[in-house]
């Protein structure tokens, strides 16, 4: 089967690329650019996916699509995010019909249930409030594939997506190294946390099963802060961060900084992200896809920190 991948070069998507090339896939990735870590394991187009004609033939001879790219930012750019997330997709989609390629798996994003005020896990028909544009874009971008009912398209949904590699664990890990890392609230706030490689094998398993053309929330575990953060500190031999600060005085910095700052150190999605209860339920795919995590809290802490420290 021959697999065409979007976004194929950045975090998520070279896990995407490992993964199938590991399940012997015959890989094409989408990028903008030429880089090309993988030789002549992958076959290489360039292009931009809001500009129609640039990838149109990318999707000659693809049997299915990995749509990963995205423009990510959890603050401002809300045009650029409208024309990479939601225009860009309905390119994708509009060159899937064009191509005859009928099975799709979408990256979109835990995001898009918001933060609901709730004890209970969220499932994949948990009410859709997502707070920012990114996270709004992504739920466009789903109902994008929706409307095109020839195309049978399975939905992942990561939340919080640590691992080596990653943006975020740097900035976290970073933040404990410098003893800067300040906890909103008390800290036993429950978040959910997904290993790039469980993302990555979670797309492949819906590639693979035919009954498809739902969405997956897809999770490696469940943590506290506090314990997430403390795991981090010890193996990082660095002390716990002792210093907290309230979820309200938090926000409103966020808010501030956003306004204030081309690139602002906190945000209120951060705020909210790092310290509201929010389990993410799995559930479905460990039923239907036969998923199960590869990952779990001490595997990624060290995962991360075994890359942080060899950067």
């Known amino acids: ?35 090309n870590k993988w030789g002549d394991n992958i076959e290489v187009k360039t292009g ?7 990838i149109r033939d990318a999707f000659e001879d693809i049997d299915a699509v990995i749509h990963n790219a995205a423009y990510a930012m959890d603050y401002g750019r809300k045009r650029e995010m409208y024309k990479v997330n ?9 060159l899937c019909i064009e191509n005859d390629i009928d099975r799709v798996v979408y990256t979109s994003s835990a995001g898009v249930y918001g933060f609901p005020d709730t004890k209970e896990p969220i499932t994949e028909d948990s009410p859709k409030k997502p707070l920012n544009y990114y996270q ?35 900035i976290l890990l970073d933040r404990l190294a410098n003893n800067s890392m300040i906890i909103i609230g008390d800290g036993n706030n429950i978040i959910s946390v997904v290993h790039p490689r469980d993302v990555a094998r979670c797309i492949r398993l819906a590639l693979e099963k035919d009954n498809i053309g739902r969405a997956f929330n897809v999770v ?8 997430f953060i403390g795991k981090l500190a010890e193996r990082l031999d660095v002390k716990k961060p ?18 204030l700052s081309k690139n602002p ?4 999605f951060r ?7 929010r389990e993410i339920s799995y559930k479905r795919a460990e039923e239907i896809l036969g998923y199960k995590p590869s990952f779990d809290l001490d595997k990624t802490v060290e995962d991360m920190v075994k890359w942080y420290v060899n950067l």
């Open 220 to 227: 490696s575990f469940t943590s506290t802060i506090n314990d």
């Open 136 to 170: 709004k874009s992504k739920l466009l971008g789903e109902q994008v594939f929706s409307r095109y009912k020839e195309i049978k398209t399975s939905t992942i949904r990561p939340p919080l997506v640590f691992g080596a590699g990653g943006i975020g664990a740097k």
């Open 48 to 54: 931009d996916i809001t500009k129609f004609d640039t």
């Open 271 to 277: 705020v909210k992200t790092l310290a509201t209860n």
């Open 86 to 94: 939601v225009l860009g997709t309905e390119n994708i989609a509009k």
């Open 1 to 35: 089967m021959k697999i065409l991948v979007t976004g194929g070069t950045g975090f998520i998507g070279s896990y995407i690329i490992e993964e199938l090339l590991e399940h012997d896939y015959h890989v094409r990735i989408l990028t903008r650019g030429s880089t």
């Open 242 to 259: 002792e210093k907290h600060v309230s979820f309200w005085i938090a926000y409103i910095t966020g808010f501030l900084l956003e306004h």
């Open 265 to 268: 150190s906190i945000t209120r």
